[in-house]
Each structure stands twice: as structure tokens, then as C-alpha cells.
């Protein structure tokens, strides 16, 4: 007895000072704002607006836990910000669980680097430590401080070697910090004593360069020393000078100009004195190995005319003419503040198939955009050609004929996705593209004298935008896994600064597949700065009328043809996307006006409610759906956006007006289209019964039965899909969100023709542009256009989904289907507030349903179901969590943040 009693007596002064210790080491790192942002990058340079958003969440383990007040505190001390005298402002305690901020002190100055970190308080008043400290630096802010010249080395734009810069200067004293900042037309590398700067490919992004180009910032602190230095600029034409004929005019582009750059190097010694050294008339120039290069085509290099050190100090540049002063691009320049375009994979060949000792072929196992890299020894002069290609021939050669249909060469100097090397000789050389890229698997390597290759002479390189990973999914069935890899591998593959259509044939941003896109692209990856860019580039394209071109940038086509609302309703669709996913109205508000201009130009031609401005269902399996209704839907899509952003930025006469116009829209659809006594909408196609389900007009009463009707033409047609573009945004979701989550399913992992699954068991990596696999048109490999699938495994497997009320996941819907056919299945997304997981498995008849929702975040799930538990008890008893359950046996709960695992019974 004695000896229990002191043994609890023990046990209480343990558990005393377990709590102690605990409750210590809690008020001191239990929760604290992390993953600071700045314009949704982490420490961004050149960053030139004077609000800059800010952006954190809130790190904290504990149920429940939410964000009560914040505080931010900008310095400009640069490192540190104990000293108050160096505050810039101090937001002081907000009593808001927002943690996506603007800057509101005063006015930022150039060439600044400003620290900031955030403190925040929880739902119940206890403040948290502060966070680490992060920083963003201003860059020019205004056009006029800009120092340098533009410079060029010819006007000619027909010459076809690359300029070389270099500029030689002194650095007298200690340097404390140096930034470079560059302006391009065209494509550029850079270079500090023979090191190139910074790990980016393709800068600057393209733009519509008469209308705005883009500058970047380097930190070239380290590369600079006390003494001689030497700056090296390459220019590369990529669209600003198309050499290349091609679809689309890109060779007559108005703005097509020799490529250009306009460069301030900002030094600031240890004295505090600055120095500028500047892009002019007295930087040397030449041409040198790179004799040809195309952004559509390729690269040429002939490495007998390297000039070694040409950017390190002591190169003999006497033969070196000088620059030229030439005007700029446009006056618009801005800073480019984006995920860069980077080599992110490098991918060893998988295997090479020698046909003789002059042709090899290399296969890297999966279907990239990229480039490759050569690594060769032979005899000097040796002409090399890399055919990259995204299939072969049966004789195993490198075969285009997919992707080569819109190549109009003029002559044979210029070959299709084709790089051209000519060794210099005396031992191993290698070459890599550095002004361009290709879509390829295959490359073929002939030579004009026989080379040795192995397995290990060439490597492939994936690049792409390099936004961060936001999402994945994992299930039981590893063919819905791999749909899954092919669909964000053809996404990346089509994001280089602005959304693409295809890497090979094209490369053009063609605004009817990046708007089908968008929910994939946002569920996978972070990449709300590249579709801010490229919503600037709708701005800079759209015609005073309001009518956009179908592709963006573009050179002066497609005003005329493919710019339809089911197109270029990229203008309304990208930025309410942006809005539901980042909870962020910036750039919805930025667009209002053209998203205003383009409804108001549709309507001037619609007067009816109606249009039949489109392409329709673009390449369709075989029937083929009324264009003026779906093109009609979009336009009420747009409409429908427009109202609920007036009314979002408190413009009522909007909200009502467009409110108005898309209710006739949708009267408009439901006279014409809707067969009310057969719950029918045109002929019945399966694109014209699940678009106006999933647009939204099909009245309540009659949802059921056009679902019905369309699971109804699924079965008359052998359980298979009958759809095109259009079609394959909406079929899946439609289905799922309308009692048919199996039968969407059952369609999503289809192994047969025409299926995304029919792809992968025909080897492909990436998603295609035709159904069937010996079309003899729109034949690309490499197509992100039928990828809506990715975002549907987070919608109906997942049933992870943006709360229109509460945007940005600060609550997250829930609403997984738990499809016949899946085992498990998993969703996690990294949404503003941190990782929801959405993840189950069957065991016994039952569903396990494991949630994690990040603090400062809720969720809504809803759930049909028997009954629901939480750690063995009924949720309807749980005092922890709102649980209503409906009459048609929804359980709709209402969840704080934090982890539960709960078993669902009898799913109906
Ligand atoms: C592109 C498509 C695009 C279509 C529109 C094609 O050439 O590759 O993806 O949407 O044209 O007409």
C-alpha cells in the first residue's frame, strides 16, 4: 500500500513536470507563422510594386487551431530588425486570421533590401515567437533609373550567328554587394569572369515585346571581385527574332527585331559609394560558335569557333567591333518575378540502338520538353545532327511526321527539331542547346566520318516553369497513378512562362487548353506567377474591342479564327481560378475591365443570349456537339464570373447587370437546347448533356434525369466515352458531382480505346492530342489539352474542392466518392494554408477516411453514409465537431484543423 501510494505520489510530480516541461517548450515553439512569401516567392529580388502581398502560413499542431491577430514588422536594415530605428512599418496587432497581406507603410525605394517577418497570436490571444526573418528587395521601380543603353551588335535580322558581349572594368575597392540587372529582347546567358550566372534557361520569358519585356535581377556579390572583371552576355533570338518559318506569321511579328539588351551592374563598396557599370557603345562584340539558333527548330554550333576566355579577363578582344546603340523594345520594362524556366530532370538514355558507326539512336524511356546533351570525341570538322523525336519508325530511325506539319522550311539549312554540332577535335566535347527547346523521347545522332557512342554519350535534360509541387494523388490501381504522372508531365511540359499547347510542333499559348488546365495545373503545382504573368500578356493582346487572339503571346494572328469564348475565356476562367485556389482577388480585380470588354463584345454579337463565335468540341471521338451551345455556356461562364467579381469588389450596378445577362444567357441555352420533357439537351451527345451540368444550367429539378441521361448514352455506347475537348472538361465531373461517381471512374481508368489508359498501355508518359494512336492529323504526344482528368482525381476520388464562400481553402469542401475499383486512393494539396490530405481505404465493408486539414483553415465534409465514427464513437454524438446529417442521409460536419481518422459504414 505504502509503496503504491508512493508511487502515485511519484507519478503525479512526473506528470506535473512532464506538464511543465511541456507547457514550456510549447509557448516557445509550439506555433509560429513559416513559409513567408513575398509576391509568392521566397526572398524575391527586383521585386517593383509598391504593395507587395505577403504571405505565411501558420505552423501549429494543435486541433482546432487558428490565427486570431498578426502583426508584420518591415525593416530596412537588411539582416536584422532588433533595432526599431530601422522599422519601415509596423503593421501593428490585426485582429484577422488573414495571412495573405498587403504592404501598406510608405513608399518603397529602389535598389532596397527590406526585412520582415511576422508574429501571430492564436484563437485564444496567446502570441506566438516570431518568425524567422525573410526578405524581398526592391529592384528599378521606375524606368528612369536605368542606366545603361540598349545595345545590339547589327540590325540585320537575317544574320544568323549569335552575338557575343563582353565589357572589361575595374573594381577599385571592396564590394559589399552587386546586382545585375538585365533587359532582353530575345533570349540571354550571362556571365561574371567566366561563370555563367544563375541556374535559369530561357530568360527573359517571352512576352509581346513591343508591349513589355521583361528585366531580371542577379546577386552577383560572389562572382565580383576587388580588381579587373569581365562581364559576357550571349543573346539568343527565341521569339522575339523568329528566323525560322513557321505557322503562325512568328517570322513577320511586328516586333521582330536583331536581339537586343539594355544591362546595369549596381556595386556597392565598402564605403557606401555606388557604382553602375552599364550596357553602351563601348561593350565589344562578336560572333562566335553558336551559328544558328532557333526557339521553333534548333541550335547550330560549331566549336571550331570557340573563343576560348572570350569572358574572362585577359582575352585578347581587339578584333572585337563595338556595340551599337539601338532603341529599346518597348518603353514598357518590367521585372520578371516568376518561377523560372529550369532543368529540373535529368534523364539518363534508357538504351541506344547503334545502326551503323555514323546513325545511333537513343531512347529515354519517357516523353520530355528539353533538351539533350552530346558528349563526343572525333576527328575535327565532324558534323553531328541530334533528330530529336517523339517516335521511331520500325527501322528504328527518328521519326517526326507527328510533329513536323507546321515546318515551313524554306531550305535544308534549317531542319526540324534538329541541332547541328561540328567538333572542334583533339578529345571529348560535348553540347547541349542553350537558346531553345524540343519535345522529344528519341534522339537520332548521325555524323558525316564515324564517332564511338555508348548509352552514356547523351542525356536528356526536362525543363519547364519550375513551380513548386502543390499536389499528388496515390491510389490502388497503378495505371490511374501513371494517368496521373503522364498528365503532370504533359503540364510541365507545356509551361514555360506561359502555359503552351504542345513542345514540339507549336509551342504556342493556346488559350482553350490552358483554361481546361487550369484545376490540374492548380491542384499539382504552385503556379499562380506564371498565370499572373500571362494574364498581363491577355492585356497586352486584347484589341480596344475586347476581342482576344486564341493564342498569347502572338505576333498579330488569330484574331479571326479559334478566339471564341470557348477559347479566350481564359480572361475570365484564370483569374477566378487564381481567386478560388489562392483566396487572392488581385488579379481578378487587375483583369475586371477586360474580362468586362470581352462579355460586352460577345453580347454586341450575341444580342439573343447566344453565340456560335467558337471552335466547338474540338477534335472529338467521333459525334461531334453544337458548337452554339457550348460556346453559349462560355460565355455564361464569363458572365457569371463577371457578376460575382462586381459584387466582390462592391461595384452592385455589375453585379446586377451581368447577373441579369447571364440568367438570359442561361434562358437563352434552356429555350433553345433543353428538351424539358426528355431531360434532354440538343441531340443528346454525351458533351451536350454533361457540358450544361457542368457549367451550371441545367434547372434543379431536371439535374437528376440529364445525369441519368448521360450515364444513359455512356452505356448505349459500350461504357465509353464520345467526346472532345469540351467534352473532357466536363464528362467526368459531371458524372461524379450527379450520383455516377463509378461510372466516371470506370471511364477515368479505361484501358481501351478511347481512354487515357489506352495511352498508357501503349507506352505513352504524357497525354496525347488524339484518341486513337494512328491519326493521321493532331497527332502531337506531348498535349496537355485532355488533361482535366488530373484535377478530377482530387475532385471525386479526392473530393478535395476551394469553398466559393470562403476562398483559398480557407475552409476546404470535402466530398470524396469512394469509386468501385479503388482500394485506396490518396490526395494531398498544399493549398495557402499548408497540406490537406484527403486519403482512404477499404477494410472490411467499411471506409477508413483519414483528414488533415492545416491550422487557420476548416472544412465541410460531406458525406453519404449509414453512419460516420470517430474513435469508436458516433459522430453525431461528438461535442468536438458540428454534424448535421440530412434527410437524404448526408452527414455534413463541420471540422476544425488538425488530423482525424474516421470509419464510414454502409456508403450508398
Ligand atoms: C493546337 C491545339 C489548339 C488548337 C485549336 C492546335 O493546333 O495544338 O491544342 O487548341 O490548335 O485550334
Known amino acids: 500500500m505504502i509503496h503504491l501510494a508512493r508511487f502515485s505520489f511519484l507519478k503525479s510530480i512526473l506528470i506535473l513536470l512532464t506538464t511543465i516541461t511541456y507547457s514550456c517548450s510549447q509557448s516557445k515553439t509550439d506555433f509560429s507563422a513559416v513559409n513567408l512569401k513575398c509576391e509568392y516567392l521566397v526572398n524575391p529580388l527586383g521585386v517593383d510594386t509598391q504593395q507587395p502581398r505577403f504571405t505565411w502560413q501558420m505552423s501549429d499542431n494543435r486541433e482546432g487551431a487558428s490565427q486570431g491577430s498578426w502583426q508584420i514588422i518591415v525593416t530596412s536594415s537588411g539582416d536584422n530588425n532588433s533595432g526599431r530605428e530601422n522599422i519601415i512599418w509596423d503593421s501593428e496587432k490585426v485582429n484577422s486570421s ?383 497513378d501513371k494517368i496521373w504522372e503522364a498528365t503532370n508531365n504533359s503540364y510541365l511540359s507545356n509551361l514555360y512562362g506561359y502555359p503552351t499547347d504542345c513542345p514540339q510542333r507549336e509551342k504556342n499559348g493556346w488559350t482553350g487548353d490552358a483554361h481546361i488546365a487550369i484545376e490540374t495545373g492548380l491542384y499539382n503545382f504552385d503556379g499562380i506567377t506564371v498565370y499572373e504573368k500571362w494574364l498581363d500578356d491577355h492585356m497586352d493582346e486584347q484589341q480596344p474591342n475586347g476581342v482576344l487572339p486564341a493564342i498569347i503571346p502572338t505576333g498579330g494572328w488569330g484574331y479571326t479564327w479559334a478566339n471564341g469564348p470557348d477559347w479566350t475565356s481564359t480572361i475570365a476562367i484564370i483569374p477566378w481560378n487564381i481567386y478560388l485556389f489562392y483566396g487572392d482577388s488581385y488579379l481578378l480585380e487587375k483583369v475586371y475591365n477586360n474580362i468586362k470588354m470581352y462579355v460586352d463584345y460577345i453580347t454586341e454579337i450575341s444580342p439573343d443570349g447566344l453565340t456560335t463565335w467558337g471552335l466547338g468540341d474540338w477534335i472529338p471521338i467521333k459525334s461531334v456537339a453544337s458548337k452554339e451551345l457550348t460556346s453559349s455556356l462560355y460565355y455564361y461562364t464569363d458572365a457569371l464570373i463577371l457578376s460575382k467579381a462586381a459584387a466582390l469588389f462592391g461595384n452592385m450596378e455589375d453585379n446586377i447587370k451581368y447577373a441579369a445577362l447571364s440568367d438570359k444567357i442561361k434562358n437563352a441555352i434552356n429555350e433553345k437546347f433543353l428538351d424539358r420533357e426528355k431531360a434532354v439537351y440538343a441531340k443528346g451527345l454525351q458533351t451536350e448533356l454533361s457540358a450544361p451540368l457542368q457549367w451550371g444550367v441545367v434547372p434543379d429539378d431536371l439535374k437528376q434525369r440529364v445525369a441519368d441521361n448521360l450515364a444513359g448514352a455512356i452505356k448505349a455506347n459500350g461504357n465509353k466515352m464520345d467526346v472532345g475537348l469540351l467534352g473532357t472538361k466536363a464528362i467526368l465531373n459531371a458524372l461524379s458531382e450527379n450520383g455516377y461517381s463509378d461510372l466516371a471512374y470506370q471511364l477515368a481508368s479505361q484501358e481501351t480505346f478511347p481512354s487515357w489508359g489506352w495511352w498508357i498501355v501503349n507506352g505513352a508518359t504524357t497525354l496525347f492530342e488524339n484518341w486513337p494512336l494512328d491519326t493521321k492529323s493532331d497527332i502531337s504526344m506531348n498535349h496537355i489539352m485532355f488533361g482535366e482528368i488530373g484535377a478530377w482525381m482530387f475532385k471525386s476520388p479526392g473530393g478535395i474542392f476551394p469553398d466559393e464562400k470562403t476562398p483559398g481553402f480557407k475552409n476546404v469542401i470535402l466530398r470524396p466518392h469512394f469509386v468501385k475499383g479503388l482500394d485506396t486512393f490518396s490526395a494531398e494539396h498544399n493549398c495557402p494554408y499548408g497540406k490537406i490530405v484527403s486519403s482512404w481505404k477499404r477494410v472490411e465493408g467499411k471506409i477508413e477516411y483519414h483528414v488533415e486539414i492545416p491550422a487557420n483553415s476548416s472544412a465541410t465534409m460531406n458525406i453519404k453514409a449509414s453512419a460516420i465514427t470517430l474513435n469508436g464513437e458516433d459522430i453525431v454524438d461528438s461535442k468536438s465537431m458540428k454534424v448535421l446529417k440530412n434527410a437524404n442521409g448526408t452527414f455534413i460536419v463541420t471540422l476544425g484543423s488538425g488530423t482525424k481518422d474516421f470509419v464510414i459504414s454502409d456508403l450508398n
Open 98 to 480: 488573414a495571412s495573405l497581406v498587403k504592404y501598406s507603410g510608405p513608399a518603397l525605394k529602389p535598389f532596397t533590401r527590406y526585412s520582415w517577418n511576422v508574429t501571430i497570436w492564436d484563437q485564444n490571444g496567446k502570441k506566438s515567437q516570431s518568425s524567422e526573418l525573410a526578405f524581398f528587395e526592391t529592384g528599378m521601380m521606375d524606368k528612369s533609373n536605368w542606366k545603361g543603353t540598349w545595345i545590339s551588335d547589327t540590325r540585320d535580322v537575317n544574320l544568323k550567328p549569335a552575338p557575343y558581349f563582353r565589357k572589361e572594368f575595374s573594381a577599385t575597392k571592396k564590394i559589399v554587394s552587386a546586382r545585375q540587372y538585365i533587359a532582353v529582347a530575345g533570349l540571354y546567358e550571362l556571365y561574371i569572369n567566366g561563370i555563367k550566372v544563375g541556374d535559369h534557361v530561357l530568360d527573359p520569358i517571352y512576352t509581346r515585346f513591343d508591349r513589355r519585356t521583361l528585366y531580371l535581377t542577379h546577386d552577383v556579390t560572389s562572382l565580383l571581385k576587388e580588381g579587373k572583371n569581365v562581364i559576357g552576355v550571349i543573346l539568343g533570338n527565341g521569339w522575339y527574332n523568329h528566323q525560322s518559318t513557321a505557322v503562325w506569321y512568328f517570322h513577320e511579328a511586328p516586333w521582330r527585331s536583331r536581339p537586343k539588351f539594355c544591362s546595369d551592374l549596381r556595386i556597392t563598396y565598402e564605403d557606401g559609394t555606388i557604382e553602375v557599370v552599364k550596357s553602351g557603345t563601348d561593350w565589344k562584340t562578336s560572333t562566335g560558335p553558336l551559328t544558328f539558333n532557333s526557339i521553333y527548330t534548333a541550335e547550330h554550333y560549331d566549336a571550331r569557333l570557340e573563343q576560348e576566355g572570350w569572358n574572362k579577363e585577359g582575352f585578347d578582344a581587339s578584333v572585337w567591333k563595338a556595340a551599337i546603340p539601338v532603341p529599346a523594345p518597348s518603353l514598357n520594362i518590367v521585372s520578371q518575378q516568376l518561377h523560372p524556366i529550369r532543368q529540373t530532370v535529368i534523364i539518363p538514355a534508357k538504351s541506344i540502338n547503334k545502326i551503323n558507326n555514323r546513325t545511333y539512336v537513343f531512347d529515354l524511356g519517357r516523353n520530355i520538353a528539353g533538351v539533350s546533351k552530346l558528349t563526343v570525341k572525333g576527328e575535327r570538322g565532324t558534323v553531328l545532327r541530334l533528330k530529336h523525336a517523339e517516335r521511331i519508325y520500325p527501322d528504328g530511325k527518328a521519326d517526326q511526321s507527328n510533329i513536323d506539319v507546321h515546318y515551313r522550311p524554306t531550305d535544308d539549312t534549317d531542319p526540324f527539331q534538329t541541332d547541328i554540332f561540328i567538333l572542334k577535335g583533339g578529345g571529348e566535347e560535348s553540347f547541349m542547346a542553350r537558346f531553345g527547346y524540343k519535345g522529344f523521347q528519341f534522339v537520332e545522332v548521325t555524323s558525316d566520318k564515324p564517332v564511338e557512342l555508348t548509352e552514356e554519350s547523351l542525356t536528356g535534360y526536362f525543363m519547364h516553369s519550375d513551380v513548386p509541387v502543390a499536389g499528388s494523388v496515390k491510389s490502388s490501381n497503378p495505371l490511374f
